[in-house]
T-cell receptor, first 112, second 112 residues
Framework: SAVISQKPSRDICQRGTSLTIQCQVD?????MFWYRQQPGQSLTLIAT?????????ESGFVIDKFPISRPNLTFSTLTVSNMSPEDSSIYLC?????????FGPGTRLTVT | QKEVEQNSGPLSVPEGAIASLNCTYS??????FFWYRQYSGKSPELIMF????GDKEDGRFTAQLNKASQYVSLLIRDSQPSDSATYLC????????????FGTGTRLLVSP
């Protein structure tokens, strides 16, 4: 399976600021995904990021709040902008590898 | 109706017993079905996938799929305390980027 790393692993941020999360994969992949998992909840897809095109956002998520970059086939970033305490969550990067989804270790974000 | 439904549990079984986890889905056109295990504070880990009707076995795990009933299950034989975790059912939708939709997860507790 693909090996996925994320940075930072956790962060505590003040409201109104922004945080950029990085996701690195050890193999070239076409599709990368960003999920959010709020405390005690399941995973919610934020957006799908394909290299060379604009990210596709799910209902309830907008580019101004969650801008995504996908500069090449092994890397993506998700920015959480103008944060509020409601953005406190685990953010997970995922890749589609041979038909199955594999996840990075996640970024635990706390907004105070 | 939710796209993917699971009983939240907890499902409690004694060590050595068979744990049976169930999942139903709404999109009749779905083709790929996955089971993930998530330990507290960790990211989801793929344990099984199934594409065809019937059973698929991998060690102590058996995935069962019934597309006519839109039902997928996971059996864990000889359950161990280390199997205690939340099990997430995921279905790859037959639309757009074939996004993965997750159920809310079933918490499994295996008592020694």
């Amino acid at each position: 399976s693909a090996v996925i790393s994320q940075k930072p692993s956790r962060d505590i941020c003040q409201r109104g600021t922004s945080l950029t999360i990085q996701c690195q994969v050890d193999s070239q992949v076409t599709m990368m995904f960003w999920y959010r998992q709020q405390p005690g909840q399941s995973l919610t897809l934020i957006a799908t990021a394909n290299q060379g095109s604009e990210a596709t956002y799910e209902s309830g998520f907008v580019i101004d709040k969650f801008p995504i970059s996908r500069p090449n086939l092994t890397f993506s970033t998700l920015t959480v902008s103008n944060m509020s305490p409601e953005d406190s969550s685990i953010y997970l990067c995922s890749v589609d590898w041979q038909g199955a989804a594999y996840f990075g270790p996640g970024t635990r974000l706390t907004v105070t | 109706q939710k796209e993917v439904e699971q009983n939240s549990g907890p499902l409690s079984v004694p060590e050595g017993a068979i744990a049976s986890l169930n999942c139903t889905y709404s999109d009749r056109g779905s083709q790929s079905f996955f089971w993930y295990r998530q330990y507290s504070g960790k990211s989801p880990e793929l344990i099984m996938f199934i594409y065809s009707n019937g059973d698929k076995e991998d060690g102590r795990f058996t995935a069962q799929l019934n597309k006519a009933s839109q039902y997928v299950s996971l059996l864990i034989r000889d359950s161990q305390p280390s199997d205690s975790a939340t099990y997430l059912c995921a279905v790859k939708m037959n639309t757009g980027f074939q996004k993965l939709v997750f159920g809310t997860g079933t918490r499994l507790l295996v008592s020694p």
